[in-house]
């Protein structure tokens, strides 16, 4: 047989720097083909046709300062409808005096939310104080205690109320939704079945259908003689959308962990509630985390729902803003800055989510 | 062995047992409780009312109703309107969100900047807030009956609703729909024979000029006619139907364009990269090779948001469109039956969603990739 003959080289060769990647102009990116250069001129045509109106209407008929009158000669954005109004929209007919407590529940729950976003603050003390934050705030609304005003829950309203009920539905509604995914998968049939069972009801029903279904049914269900506050009936059926929908999540998180790690573990000797509590919970959570705020989002948004039971929240506070006669109904000015405010919130939660994201996965990959 | 095997039953149903008793428990209190307070109220539990001549009106529907209509045709026509509503807002948003994702894709940085703070406004924003607010633009934007806007010929927007011209179909119409399902059916079994495709669709259209033909049909429009304080003639959209169906599709839209785009963009590079290398026509690239592969990604997400929004529908109650959820309010306000009207309520909204993600589950697992 022939020796096989080798290659070696005799000098190594240096390595050339990657090609220069063409960088399109902007123009060759806007007309490429007939398609783009089609969707362009569209789009050029649309706005130059509706921006002038828009900044017209706006900004050089839009009237800052003034009454109604002002607002109805000028045929214009009625800002000025926003500044007298915004103290109702914001804190809905909560008392006027004592509005500076809606107010400091706003900037609480504003900070915590700041306080909470570094990845070094999730501790047990951050969970502590996101308790006393809702019971602060509990007590703040309500009063009748240290000295404040009582008001009843059928004077709140506004923001603090959106705020509330996302923070309640979404802080009773995760670990119910933990005990469902786990009872979803697990071994009895009967836990596995009443699981399954609710998951699935609660999510086939709109939202709307459960809040009306919780404001008809809790008081027939419940002995007479108990009275149930709005706000808690529809607290019940957010909580319960909540949960059947972060269940339906974890649960994903739940089935995407591989099994040798509980396998590992009742190898070590831990008993399930520590696996559960130390291996499996941690880490299927941190898998889903894109989903869960994408959930998150939703559950702020499906708040606004709630005025469709009498309560009083933002949405419902601007529309209700919009019934006095002296002004010519600017809705589009109050539906924009409450359309402003919600996707303050949204964006917030979809943008901390992509921040989490990238820092999260940088972990994992290796 | 044995004596584990029997302690690990024991183990396992004792728990069971113990959770069914307290469970049986709780329902046996709540009903008791249920059972007693209506008592008090004088309502009995049963579903005759559904007999009882209604009583009340209801705005729009897609079938004719009158108050003199039984509360079961009520709830049949509330089902019916929700369902024709979803059924616009599926199709629209569908067809919609597919040009959405494209743009969204597209190397245009205009149409692409456009496409994506459109989908981020939207996304971000309840869908209440924007039913809200395109029900006051049509209601307090739009001019009055005397000088209504005049888009196409035959169309009139008003602030008392859109006003389009009514097909009026004359000669033996039910003969003419049997021709048609006839000639559609023997198209599609041909379709799956592989015939060839430009001579089916050739002898299906002359089979219906055929049919048409024979049958005497003629198509006339119904215009609207300015009258006196109204338009007369023609079909009316309501400015509830006009501002659900706007502010649904468009809410909608941002979503299927996201689900789109996801599944384009699912399929492997590779498959493009294969197809330029063999000189493929972009089109023919986009039509015959990625779509059909990111078709089986869409449907699954896609179903689960045909459901959300036929959920959504109900929010047609926000702004006065006469849906299946404001029929059963309107029905328990005025029979006091809660239990019954939820009943009926929930049975239809979970025969809807439940049958949807089973007849879903069947086409995922016939369409799912066979693995080893």
Redesign the interface.
């Known amino acids: 047989m022939k020796p096989v003959e080798l290659f070696i080289r005799a000098h190594p060769e240096d390595v050339r720097s990657p090609p220069a990647a063409r960088r399109?102009t902007?123009f060759q990116?806007?007309f490429?083909d007939m398609?783009?250069s089609v969707?362009?001129l569209l789009?050029?045509a649309v706005v130059a046709l509706s921006l002038p109106r828009i900044v017209q209407w706006a900004v050089i008929n839009g009237v800052w300062t003034g009454d109604g009158a002002a607002c109805r000669d000028a045929g214009g954005a009625c800002w000025a409808f926003l500044r007298a109004k915004y103290r109702f929209i914001l804190f809905g007919i909560y008392p006027p005096d004592q509005q500076w407590r809606p107010a400091f529940v706003i900037a609480l729950v504003t900070g915590m939310t700041i306080w909470s976003m570094p990845r070094t603050h999730w501790t047990r003390a951050t969970l502590l104080l996101w308790c006393a934050t809702v019971v602060a705030s509990l007590i703040l609304m309500g009063g009748g205690i240290l000295g404040l005003e009582p008001v009843p829950t059928g004077s709140w309203g506004g923001l603090p109320i959106t705020l509330l009920l996302t923070i309640l539905s979404l802080a009773v509604g995760f670990p119910l939704a933990v005990l469902l995914a786990l009872g979803r998968r697990s071994?009895?049939?009967?836990?596995r079945a009443?699981a399954t069972g609710l998951i699935?009801?609660i999510?086939?029903?709109?939202?709307?259908?459960l809040l009306?279904?919780a404001s008809?049914?809790l008081?027939?269900?419940?002995?007479?003689g108990v009275t149930i506050d709005n706000l808690f009936r529809a607290l019940v059926a957010l909580t319960l959308s909540a949960a059947a929908y972060l269940a339906e999540v974890v649960r994903g998180g739940l089935q995407s962990l591989p099994k040798g790690q509980g396998e590992a573990a009742s190898a070590l000797g831990l008993t399930r509630f520590q696996t559960l509590r130390v291996i499996v919970l941690p880490q299927a959570i941190r898998a889903v985390i894109p989903p869960l705020t994408n959930t998150a989002?939703v559950i702020v948004?499906?708040t606004?729902?709630v005025?469709?039971v009498g309560l009083f929240d933002l949405?419902s506070a601007g529309?209700a803003s919009?019934a006095d006669p002296d002004w010519p109904?600017p809705?589009?000015e109050t539906?924009l800055m409450?359309?402003l405010i919600?996707?303050a919130i949204?964006?917030g939660i979809?943008r901390y989510s992509l921040f989490l994201e990238r820092h999260m996965v940088q972990g994992i990959r290796r | 062995m044995r004596g584990h095997a029997r302690r690990a039953n024991l183990q396992?149903w004792l728990?069971?047992a113990v959770?069914?008793a307290l469970?049986a428990m709780v329902v046996a209190w709540?009903v008791g409780?249920?059972i007693?307070?209506?008592a008090?109220r004088g309502i009995t539990i049963g579903f005759d009312f559904l007999g009882r001549v209604a009583r009340f009106p209801i705005s729009e529907s897609v079938v004719s109703y009158a108050p003199t209509d039984s509360f079961a045709w009520a709830f049949a026509v509330g089902l019916a309107n929700t369902l024709f509503l979803s059924a616009i807002v599926i199709v629209a948003s569908t067809l919609l969100g597919f040009f959405l994702g494209l743009?969204r894709r597209?190397?245009?940085?205009?149409?692409s900047g456009?496409a994506t703070a459109y989908v981020?406004?939207t996304?971000?924003?309840?869908?209440?807030?924007?039913l809200?607010?395109w029900y006051?633009?049509v209601s307090?934007g739009l001019p009055h009956s005397a000088s209504a806007l005049n888009p196409l010929p035959g169309v009139f927007l008003t602030d008392r609703g859109l006003y389009v011209p009514r097909p009026v179909f004359g000669g033996q119409g039910i003969l003419f729909l049997c021709i048609a399902v006839v000639v559609l059916a023997a198209a599609s079994i041909a379709f799956r024979r592989r015939m060839s495709r430009p001579v089916i669709v050739a002898a299906s259209l002359g089979l219906l000029v055929l049919g048409w033909w024979l049958t005497g049909m003629q198509l006339s429009l119904d215009h609207p006619a300015l009258g006196r304080f109204n338009f007369m003639g023609g079909m009316t959209l309501t400015p509830e139907f006009v501002a659900v169906v706007l502010g649904l599709t468009l809410y909608s839209t941002a979503f299927t364009a996201e689900i789109i785009r996801g599944g384009i963009d699912a399929v492997p590079s590779g498959q493009w990269e294969a197809a330029r290398a063999l000189a493929l026509p972009e089109k023919d690239l986009m039509r015959r090779i990625v779509l059909p592969q990111a078709l089986r990604i869409i449907i699954p997400p896609m179903a689960s948001q045909y459901i959300n929004i036929v959920?959504?529908s109900?929010?047609g109650?926000?702004v006065g469109f006469p849906e299946l959820?404001f029929v059963?309010?309107t029905t328990?306000n005025q029979t006091g039956q809660?239990?019954e009207g939820?009943v009926v309520?929930?049975a239809m909204?979970?025969t809807?969603?439940?049958g949807t993600?089973l007849l879903l589950d069947r086409y995922n697992r016939r369409v799912a990739l066979v693995e080893r």
């Open positions: 399109k902007l990116a806007l490429a398609a783009s969707m362009t789009i050029v071994r009895s049939p009967l836990t009443l699935e009801i999510r086939g029903l709109p939202l709307l259908s009306f279904i008809v049914l008081p027939i269900m419940l002995p007479d989002v948004k499906n606004s729902l005025l469709v949405l529309r919009l109904v809705y589009a539906y409450v359309a919600y996707f949204c964006f979809s | 396992s728990p069971q959770t069914l469970l709540l409780n249920t007693s307070n209506l008090s743009a597209s190397g245009n940085p205009m149409a456009l981020d406004a996304r971000n924003t309840p869908l209440v807030v924007q809200l607010f006051a633009a307090y959920k959504n109900t929010l109650l926000v959820n059963t309010a328990i809660a239990i939820i309520l929930m909204f979970l809807l969603s439940i993600s």
